[in-house]
DNA sequence: TATTGTTATACTCTATAACTATA
DNA sequence: TATAGTTATAGAGTATAACAATA
């Protein structure tokens, strides 16, 4: 018998990791979501993807790129996307490669809510997140919740077994 | 010019930060949701609310005690509460000391729920988290959030504003 | 008058399954 | 046959506002 706490729990130490984690992602989301909802009436799944489209080579990504770590289904991402569509943030064309395929393209207005939601989505960060922290304690956090993350990415995410779950044997 | 980005940005390592703790957070809340549901039938929000009363003494909370980092709306809460009271998990009487208030209680059969569905909530975590994890990660993780989420209790959260703006002045 | 909690209602988001079209 | 994406639909959760009752 470990002081580690077997199998069957956690250690007080895990414990508290965990349940800060939920507490404070929960509080920053919300936050945020409030900030992004008042400053440019988006969701935060619509500013996450117009923020990985702004990190995106011209721009575009494909449907199925664009749903990495933010949405869960993919007609969740049609959705999503259908209503960034519709606001005139994005555009839908054929891809280039692969007719079956969708690439979803920032435009310039998709830009300009970026730019006007950012400020103030940075403020929510800073007075609720980073103004408790110094610059050691942020870059430990980085450090461990990047390596968390990058374990999660390796490990069969349920999204992907979705599809076979329907398209069984027989 | 500092090279720790002004007001206006967040430095690489704050985006990174930021970044990592929106998407382990949303992987690890999804999964464990998942857990809950299959294991339980309970929403993540209502496995919340009855651990939260299965650390209280004696099992029982106000319901303005129990909503505390977990729900940020009232009438969310009541909805909660009124689920686990209809499946049994909980019981709703006045409140001995205020007439106004309601006490919430843990049922055995809320005790039963719960104890079903730790061991597995447990294997998820252990198996997206903390197996990627050493003690050191786990606990620069748990100091820093600790220390973030202290922060961000005393800031005035909008739920408890919310009511103000309503009842405004005249 | 302020606070506790509930209710009614409207809305957003999500997920499953069935479907189309291309590879 | 497998993959990319859409659509229809149904359900869960959330928030706002109006309300009742007690302090």
Redesign the interface.
């Known amino acids: 018998m470990t002081e580690n706490a077997g199998?069957?729990?956690?250690?007080p130490?895990?414990l508290?990791?965990?349940f800060?984690?939920?507490?404070?992602?929960?509080?920053?989301?919300?936050?945020v979501e409030?900030q992004l909802r008042d400053a440019g009436d988006l969701s935060y799944v619509q500013f996450?993807l117009l923020a990985t489209l702004g990190d995106a080579p011209g721009g575009s990504r494909r449907m199925t790129g664009l749903a990495d770590?933010v949405v869960?289904s993919r007609s969740g991402l049609t959705y999503q996307v259908s209503l960034l569509e519709r606001a005139g943030y994005v555009t839908r064309t054929t891809a280039a490669e692969d007719e079956r395929g969708v690439t979803v393209t920032l435009t310039e207005a998709g830009r300009g809510v970026l730019a006007a939601v950012?400020?103030g989505h940075?403020a929510v960060?800073?007075?609720?997140?980073?103004?408790?922290?110094d610059?050691e304690?942020?870059?430990?956090?980085?450090r461990?919740?990047?390596?968390?993350?990058?374990?999660?990415r390796s490990?069969p995410?349920?999204s992907a077994r979705s599809r076979r779950r329907n398209a069984g044997p027989a």
């Open positions: 199998p069957a729990g956690l250690s130490a895990e508290g990791a965990y800060a984690l939920i507490e404070v992602s929960s509080l920053v989301r919300h936050a409030q996450q770590g869960y950012f400020p940075v960060l800073r007075e609720l997140l980073f103004d408790a922290l610059d304690d942020i870059d430990s956090l980085s461990v919740l990047t390596k968390a993350r990058e374990r999660m490990i995410p349920r």
